[in-house]
């Protein structure tokens, strides 16, 4: 039997996402995205590509910030719900390890919480590092590599966070969540930090800025255990 592709899972669950980001404050993008503003993504220049767009919020708060902004995604439903919420926008259906764009394209990438999702991780950035031009910057966050390789034992805010297994190498992920009368199931990939470290080194860009935000409004046991990790690299040139 084929294995079902990243772009299949996202396009089975685009009705669910949907709902699930456009409900305001139900999930930790609402109180994550300023640190992600503020500190990772630079001033707009004269081109943003966002990789992984979805439904477009991401996008749209780019937007609001004077970026000029290209979205795409693989999943058709999340592409037509973008252009529908934001109809000046430009959104494209693509593959992040394929981009239908020339070398040197743009001078801003961002990824906001989309390369754990992606069948080739490796590739999805050595595409981004393709189309940036030298000084250019790309812009990630995802979910915390640690974060991804345990779990708290409970929702006490002192509750132990316990590693099973191995933190090492790429590991499939699917969990199935319900929050206020809506559910969707996650399915991507779990990576060290090192992968992602060597995917940008490969890939000639350089780190230049790593943070760990935390948040306690969110959960406040993510106050010792990051949820997620942001950074921002710089292609050479």
């Known amino acids: 039997m084929k294995p079902v592709t990243a772009a299949e899972d996202w396009e089975r669950e685009a009705d669910n996402w949907i709902a699930w980001v456009r409900r305001p404050g139900h999930d930790a993008y609402w109180y994550y995205r300023d640190a992600f503003f503020d500190e990772i993504v630079p001033p707009p220049g004269r081109a943003t590509l966002e990789i992984g767009c979805g439904e477009g919020r991401v996008a749209r708060d780019l937007a609001a910030r004077r970026h000029r902004v290209t979205g795409i995604d693989a999943a058709p439903t999340m592409v037509r ?8 926008g430009t959104y494209i259906c693509a593959d992040a390890s394929d981009l239908p764009f020339a070398d040197a394209a743009f001078d801003v990438v961002v990824s906001y919480n989309s390369l754990m999702d992606v ?8 595409e981004a590092a393709r189309v940036l031009e030298p000084g250019g910057r790309l812009c990630i966050s995802v979910t915390h590599p640690f974060k991804d390789a345990g779990f708290f034992e409970s ?8 590693v099973e297994g191995s933190y090492m190498g790429k590991r499939r992920f699917e969990g199935t969540f319900e929050r206020a009368g809506l559910t969707i199931t996650f399915r991507g990939w779990c ?10 080194e490969e890939a000639g860009l350089l780190i230049e800025r790593l943070r760990e935000p935390t948040h306690t409004l969110e959960d406040p046991r993510h106050d ?14």
């Not at 069948?119 to 050595?126: H, K």
């Not at 010792?224 to 040139?237: G, Q």
């Open 81 to 88: 719900a973008a252009a529908e919420a934001d109809p000046g």
């Open 119 to 126: 069948d080739d991780m490796p590739r999805a950035v050595r």
């Open 155 to 162: 929702r006490d805010p002192d509750a132990r966070f316990v």
């Open 191 to 200: 990576y060290a930090l090192n992968d992602y470290w060597r995917a940008f």
């Open 224 to 237: 010792r255990v990051p949820l997620f990790l942001n950074l921002r690299a710089f292609k050479s040139a």
